[in-house]
């Protein structure tokens, strides 16, 4: 899903395009409230989260 909207917000040459207008369905939509629950969920864990994945 995310991998779908970076492409169209991309232009050819990688760069991010300015502006970008989307269609998304209401199952699309849901996965987006879905994905922003959970990274609200993890945000406080943010620096524990990035010191365990360097770590290893």
Do not use: W
């Not at 899903?1 to 169209?8: A, F, I, K, P, R």
């Not at 232009?11 to 922003?36: N, R, S």
Request: hydrophobic letters at 50%.
């Amino acid at each position: 899903m995310v991998e779908t909207l970076l492409l169209h917000c991309t232009m050819k040459g990688g760069e991010i395009a300015a502006e970008t207008h989307l269609t998304i369905t209401a199952a699309e939509a849901e996965e987006l409230l879905m994905l922003a629950a959970r990274l609200r969920r993890i945000a406080p864990f943010e620096a524990e989260i990035k010191r365990l994945v360097i770590r290893g």
